[in-house]
């Protein structure tokens, strides 16, 4: 007998196997009160990626609150870090930054100090990127909190999950 939704969605039911097991979508697995999430949402990949960024966002903002440095300013940091001189272009496409809001994170990331803009010496159009010494040593400070990030996740779910967790996201974002 069925409820009309797939046999993979079905409260606590494996498809492949007709028992309890690893595609276990039952509400348990998400309360809030009285209220659960429906078996759609849980089993929807799209929806539980939001959720982690949601948790991750919470995380970085916790490890890092009070340098003012915004998660994609983070991102932009250790790009130019690891490839000094790097076009702006080749940056924000890299991180999947889009010039309209790259613009205003390298304005705040120049205004503070921290990146320096010079204009290519073969194409007017084009600005290289390159770390002040103030934004070197803070890029250097910052990677200290991030691996305590990388930390609080392994201490969650294990040093193994969280590398198969960064392969399927690699994976996922066609990596």
């Given at each position: ?109 120049t205004a503070r100090g921290y990146i320096r803009r010079t204009l290519s010496t073969t194409d ?12 070197r040593e803070l890029s250097i400070a910052l990677v200290e909190r991030h691996e305590a990030i ?26």
């Open positions: 007998m069925t409820d009309g939704r797939p046999a993979a969605r079905r409260k606590g039911r494996n498809a492949q196997e007709g028992v309890e097991g690893p595609l276990d979508c039952s509400p348990k697995l998400a309360r809030f009160g009285d209220v659960n999430l429906p078996p759609e949402l849980t089993s929807a990949v799209g929806f539980q990626i939001r959720r982690a960024s949601a948790v991750a966002d919470a995380l970085f903002g916790e490890t890092f609150g009070e340098t003012e440095i915004s998660a994609a300013q983070y991102a932009i940091l250790m790009v130019v870090f690891h490839n000094p001189g790097c076009r702006t272009s080749t940056a924000g496409s890299l991180l999947g930054i889009t010039p309209n809001n790259l613009v205003p994170l390298l304005d705040s990331l007017r159009r084009v600005r290289h990127l390159r770390l002040t010494p103030r934004g990388q930390a609080k996740l392994e201490e969650r779910m294990g040093h193994k999950q969280v590398a198969e967790f960064l392969r399927l996201l690699t994976l996922y974002c066609g990596g």
